[in-house]
């Protein structure tokens, strides 16, 4: 018996902790953009630090979310329009 209720709280204990894990995984969801135009000498990966998900989240998915707003890939010129994601990180 005391077997069995060892068994049970490890896994209660694991689907507790596989429920957090997915959780954090989720990706926020996108509440709006910001407009940024492009400067001499831009990264995208330096406009994505202006995003409010910046630290928060992986900086890569930051990058294809804004690549896919934009319409762009990696390589940007001056004048370009990028959209910054706004993260709904609450």
């Known amino acids: ?6 068994m049970c709280l490890v896994a209660i204990l694991v689907v507790g902790l596989f429920a957090i894990c997915v ?3 989720k990706k926020p969801d ?3 953009y910001d407009t940024y135009v492009v400067r001499s000498g831009d990264t ?3 406009i ?3 995003s409010n998900g910046w630290n928060k989240m992986d900086a890569y998915e930051i ?4 690549e ?6 990696a390589l940007i010129h001056p004048g370009d329009i990028i959209y910054i994601p706004i993260y709904d990180l609450d």
Do not use: R, Y
């Open 1 to 6: 018996m005391k077997k069995f209720i060892t």
């Open 23 to 25: 959780n954090a995984m």
């Open 30 to 32: 996108i509440v709006g």
């Open 44 to 46: 995208l990966w330096a």
């Open 48 to 50: 994505a630090q202006e």
């Open 63 to 66: 990058i294809d979310d804004m």
């Open 68 to 73: 896919e707003a934009s319409d762009c890939t």
